[in-house]
């Protein structure tokens, strides 16, 4: 904007220049005393030429002087003009500036442009603005990540998926997993290379072997040859002697045969009695056990014994938290075993449950959920989300029935006694098993639990007194026993448990 005083000045200035520059065009000055009426205000041309040009006046005949002179006081005033009007310019481009400047702080302040690393970002960005060079790294970090994501945020998931510690940065924990991984592929190198050298010396020890077995054989075959030499030799001699025994034996046979006649026909007419009421017996048995088969209910399978899953891992995987709670029944200090999933909770053929991964043991039971640390773990196999957790003696919905048979060494003394059969009773009970009485298979059992197989002794000799007999006797009642019930058990399909798999299926890692 231009100002009053300068409006003026420019005003003033160009109007007498005008004027004088019209007079003297028209070949002479007027100084006329009539005012002239130029740009609103008076002027008086004489009074202009007196003012301005005293020596032109009186001197007409050098009008080349006065020409330059006009021409002069005309380029002064554009001259003049032009200042004003750039000057005017010079100020609102001072204050766009001071503007731009303010913008530009707001994003890089003076100090943080002359900076090194501002000046290799601007040279990095090429054509682009660094605000566009930095945007479009912005953005190529997002689709590199996966999502957009504030840092806080990118943080916590890098912290949770990758176990990014919170002080350390995401380059050296990966620095960090890298080098791990260098090391874990140099020593399978070495286990590979081991190996190989075994495999070479396994090979090297297979030829030793075979060519020692065929020595052995060889030996042996020698001995062979030379023993049988001697057993044709002698063919003759023992030919002669066994047709001796047999005729001895025949001639015994026929003095024995009438005297144990009779005796042999009562015995035989016993047997067949005996063997005509055990086919019915068995007939009769068969019958009972096709109707007791019929009214079983079937136990379940123990590889479907899955009471819930993990749903998250905390810490540095030592906790975790469990889809079960008191609405489930879920008591404090309760062991589960922790599975990839529940095709690993089968038996092998020698009715062996397979140990978890992990074992947990419930700290904390709340409504829906509860907390578990973690009491055993595998290397290599950790705990993650949606995992399986097993309990033989627990299950939310049903009352599972065991049978507790025999002696325990529930501490681990090698010595098995009743009092541990007990503790052993009352554990099934607190954790929502039902321990049935007596010692017979039922049909709605569900388990069967063995303690450790009794000896079975051998016959007492003819010296051994009467105490020692009853104890004998004891003795084998109890391994007969022990075995009718293992025995019944498979036949009717019921999952026979030691200790020890109880232990597995309860996630226990020792009582």
């Not at 879920?330 to 990839?340: H, K, P």
């Not at 690993?344 to 039971?365: A, Y």
Request: charged content about 30%; aromatic content about 6%.
């Amino acid at each position: 904007m231009i100002g009053p005083e300068t409006a003026s000045l420019l005003h003033n200035g160009c109007e007498k220049a005008v004027i004088l520059t019209i007079c003297l065009l028209g070949g002479k000055l007027h100084c006329s005393a009539t005012p002239l009426y130029v740009w609103g205000g008076r002027f008086n041309p004489h009074s202009l030429a007196t003012e301005i040009f005293p020596m032109a006046i009186r001197s007409t005949t050098n009008k080349g002087v006065v020409v330059a002179l006009v021409v002069f006081i005309i380029i002064s005033a554009a001259l003049l003009a032009t200042t004003i009007i750039f000057y005017s310019k010079l100020g609102k481009a001072t204050e766009d500036r001071k503007q731009a400047d303010a913008q530009l702080s707001n994003l890089a302040t003076p100090s943080e442009r002359s900076s090194d690393e501002y000046q290799a970002i601007e040279g990095e960005s090429g054509r682009d603005s660094v605000f566009g060079y930095l945007n479009t790294q912005h953005e190529n970090l997002m689709d590199y990540v996966g999502r957009d994501m504030e840092l806080e945020e990118l943080k916590k998931s890098f912290q949770d998926s990758l176990n990014v510690e919170p002080t350390t940065t995401l380059w050296s924990h990966l620095n960090k997993t890298d080098r791990q991984l260098r090391e874990d592929k140099d020593t399978i190198k070495a286990l590979n290379d081991r190996v190989q050298s075994l495999q070479v010396e396994k090979e090297d020890m297979s030829g030793k072997l075979q060519s020692a077995e065929r020595e052995r054989d060889e030996s042996l075959q020698a001995a062979v040859d030379r023993q049988l030499d001697q057993i044709r030799k002698a063919d003759s001699t023992y030919e002669q002697q066994v047709a001796s025994a047999l005729d001895g034996l025949e001639k015994a046979k026929e003095r024995n045969r009438g005297r144990y006649v009779d005796q042999i026909r009562d015995l035989e007419d016993e047997v067949d009695r005996l063997s005509d009421e055990n086919v019915r017996g068995e007939s009769r048995i068969q019958e009972l056990q096709e109707l007791v088969n019929r009214s079983r209910i079937q136990p379940k399978d123990p590889a479907n014994l899955v009471d819930g899953e993990i749903i998250e891992v905390a810490g540095r995987g030592d906790q975790v938290y469990i889809d079960r709670g008191k609405s489930d029944q879920i008591v404090l200090g309760m062991t589960f075993e922790v599975y990839d999933d529940a095709a690993q909770i089968r038996p092998d053929d020698e009715g062996n449950f397979p140990r978890g991964k992990s074992s947990i043991q419930v700290v904390k039971v709340g409504d829906t959920t509860s907390t578990a640390k973690v009491t055993r773990a595998t290397k290599g196999r950790p705990i993650v989300s949606n995992d399986v957790i097993a309990n033989a003696i627990y299950d939310p919905s049903y009352t599972f029935k065991f049978l507790v048979h025999g002696r325990f060494d529930v501490d681990g003394d090698e010595i098995a006694t009743l009092e541990e059969t007990d503790y052993l009773r009352r554990q099934i009970e607190s954790w929502g098993g039902e321990v049935v009485s007596g010692d017979r298979i039922t049909g709605d059992l569900d388990f069967l639990v063995l303690g450790i197989e009794p000896i079975n002794p051998p016959n007492p000799t003819d010296s051994a007194t009467a105490t020692q007999m009853q104890q004998t006797l004891e003795q084998r009642l109890k391994y007969q026993q022990y075995q009718d019930l293992f025995q019944a058990a498979q036949k009717s399909d019921i999952p026979v448990l030691n200790s020890n798999r109880l232990y597995i299926l309860t996630g226990q890692t020792g009582m």
